[in-house]
Structures are given as structure tokens and as C-alpha cells.
């Protein structure tokens, strides 16, 4: 017997099945505890969450993170995702698609995304789910770094034009790093400042920056600060997840742009990532060019020079303008 736990009907129960570490999620960080309370925070006039677990015959088999917003359904904006706290079978993702198909219907989504994030030689279950739905497939890379290899092999697998430009910015910048051990507010509020500086205007409200300084001064990641002379000219943000560092965001001075000044920030980032016990870093998408902005693709090309691989996993998507998802 199947059953739809939602976290709108149910949220008590819901919250106790998430809490019970019975699903894998806070491996990844943008899924973790402390970053879903900071997108709800950021994202708390748009997107009304909806996520929910698939209990059958009394035990919890599935949980979906998952958000309804005027542009249709995912989680704040990515692919939504399930996680699995038993094996995958046709039946339990059939059970999962029918009720996004609810979600669907009563929402009039004008799009649907979904991450499928083992690809395999064949299509898996949710791929078939999605396919049967008439939802388009897409390939997604990820730069990812194995923290596991040791510094020694990490630099090895750096883009050899890039170790000068990381030794020229351990020669130049003065680094402050803002953690659990340095939990200063004020270098803080400067990259806050800085941040407004860079995009030309207040993109979020105050208290997400505050949500966000109690991740970090909480032991949920680290923020690094580049300097030259007194000048703040590099942000690093980077979160952790159980096991799994995010670069999450990167904010640079644009009227330094022929300096190298993101290079070294973001290598002592992954080698204290490695230091702090996690086993991989995710340094984000590789646009594909033609699917891209230049500068999108530029910024993927950056990240690839410090991988040690690239990940691929399959997005699928449907819109109003395909079939009928049910």
C-alpha cells in the first residue's frame, strides 16, 4: 500500500520522516538543512514548497525536495530531486510522478524540471518516467573535484596555466578567511558591501545575509576574502555539505579583470574544503556553448580548470508548450 505524505497536509510528519536521516540528501549542499532555510528565505515571495515523501506498506521509500512557483515546479529554481531511502523500482517512481503530475495540474505549471542524477548504459526508472511524460532530456556537466587524491595530486591535475596564476595570487593577496574559528561579522558586512558594489545593486533581502553568516559561523562553510593592500578585490563563498563542498558563489573586481584574482581563492578554498574532512568539491555547471551565454561558457571554462573530473547527469524538462505531462 502506497501513500503521499505532503509537507502542506502533513507537516509534522513530514518533517519528522526528513529529520530521521533515513535519505542521503545532506550530501548535497544545495539540499542540506542549512541551504533549503536560505533559499526559502531568498525565494519566500516566489516559490511555495510542496516536497514530500512516498510512504509504502508503513516504511518511507522516497522523498522529494520540491517547490510550486509561477513558473512551474522544481526546488527554488533547480531540477527537483529524489532521494531514496530503498531501492528504486518502476512502481514506487510511478507513484512519485503521479502525484507530480497532481502538483501539476493543480498548480498549472508552466514547466516541470527533474534531475536524474545516475545515468547509466540505459534509461533508468525516473528516466522512463519522464519519457513516458514527454519530457525533453538534457545533459548536464559539473566540474567536481576528489578531495580524497591528496594536495600533491590535486595541483597535479590543475590546468598547468593556471598554477602561476594561483602562485602569483599567493604572492599578492592577503587572505582572510571567515569561519566557525573566525566568525567575524565585520570582514562579513565588507563582503556584503563589496558583493553590492560588483552587481550595481541589492539583489537580496538583509536577513538572507544574515541566514547566510550563520552558516558559515556556524561550521556550514567558509568565506574567503582576497585582498590587495587594502583593497577587498575577491569573495570565495563555499558551503559543506556531508561530505561535499559547493563553490556557491564568487564575487571579483570587475576593473581588475586583467589580475588573476580568483584563481587563488578559490585553490585554498578546495585544499581547506580537504582539510576540513570532505571528500569532494563541486565547482558548478559547464555550459555548453551555443546553449550559453560567452560569458556563462567563459566561467565554465575557468571552473573546469580545476576539476579532477566532470560529472554528467541528465535534466529533463517539460513546459506548457510540450504535451500533456500526464
Known amino acids: 500500500m502506497q501513500r503521499i505524505v505532503d509537507i502542506r497536509t502533513e507537516p509534522e510528519l513530514f518533517a519528522a520522516l526528513a529529520s530521521s536521516r533515513l535519505f542521503n540528501f545532506d550530501t548535497v549542499p544545495q539540499f542540506s538543512d542549512s541551504l533549503r532555510q536560505y533559499y526559502a528565505l531568498c525565494f519566500r515571495e516566489s516559490h511555495r514548497e510542496a516536497s514530500f515523501v512516498l510512504i509504502e506498506n508503513e516504511r518511507p521509500v522516497v522523498l522529494v525536495w520540491t517547490t510550486l512557483s509561477a513558473n512551474g515546479i522544481d526546488f527554488f529554481g533547480v531540477p527537483l530531486r529524489l532521494f531514496w531511502a530503498e531501492e528504486v523500482s518502476e512502481s514506487r517512481v510511478k507513484a512519485v510522478f503521479g502525484h507530480i503530475d497532481s502538483l501539476a495540474e493543480e498548480s498549472a505549471a508552466q514547466r516541470i524540471l527533474v534531475?536524474?542524477?545516475?545515468?547509466?548504459?540505459?534509461?533508468?526508472?525516473?528516466?522512463?518516467?519522464?519519457?513516458?511524460?514527454?519530457?525533453?532530456?538534457?545533459?548536464?556537466?559539473?566540474?567536481?573535484?576528489?578531495?580524497?587524491?591528496?594536495?600533491?595530486?590535486?595541483?597535479?591535475?590543475?590546468?598547468?596555466?593556471?598554477?602561476?596564476?594561483?602562485?602569483?595570487?599567493?604572492?599578492?593577496?592577503?587572505?582572510?578567511?571567515?569561519?566557525?574559528?573566525?566568525?567575524?561579522?565585520?570582514?562579513?558586512?565588507?563582503?556584503?558591501?563589496?558583493?553590492?558594489?560588483?552587481?550595481?545593486?541589492?539583489?537580496?533581502?538583509q536577513e538572507t545575509w544574515d541566514c547566510m553568516f550563520d552558516i558559515i559561523a556556524g561550521g556550514g562553510g567558509e568565506l574567503t576574502l582576497g585582498f590587495l593592500e587594502d583593497d577587498l578585490v575577491a569573495g570565495t563563498m563555499v558551503l559543506d555539505g556531508n561530505g561535499t563542498s559547493l563553490y556557491a558563489s564568487g564575487v571579483y573586481d570587475r576593473d581588475r579583470f586583467d589580475l588573476p584574482l580568483a584563481h587563488w581563492p578559490l585553490w585554498l578554498s578546495i585544499l581547506r574544503a580537504a582539510e576540513r574532512g570532505q571528500r569532494r568539491f563541486e565547482i558548478g555547471d559547464i555550459p555548453i556553448k551555443g546553449c550559453a551565454s560567452d560569458k556563462e561558457v567563459a566561467i565554465g571554462y575557468f571552473k573546469r580548470g580545476f576539476a579532477t573530473e566532470i560529472a554528467v547527469s541528465m535534466t529533463w524538462t517539460w513546459s506548457n508548450e510540450d504535451p500533456s505531462p500526464s
Open 115 to 205: 534531475t536524474d542524477l545516475e545515468p547509466s548504459g540505459s534509461l533508468s526508472a525516473v528516466g522512463k518516467a519522464c519519457l513516458d511524460r514527454q519530457y525533453r532530456p538534457g545533459l548536464r556537466l559539473s566540474a567536481q573535484t576528489d578531495l580524497t587524491c591528496g594536495a600533491d595530486l590535486l595541483r597535479q591535475r590543475l590546468r598547468k596555466s593556471y598554477r602561476s596564476l594561483v602562485n602569483w595570487g599567493k604572492n599578492n593577496q592577503r587572505i582572510v578567511t571567515i569561519n566557525r574559528a573566525n566568525p567575524e561579522r565585520g570582514s562579513f558586512d565588507l563582503y556584503q558591501q563589496f558583493h553590492l558594489k560588483v552587481a550595481g545593486r541589492v539583489t537580496r533581502a
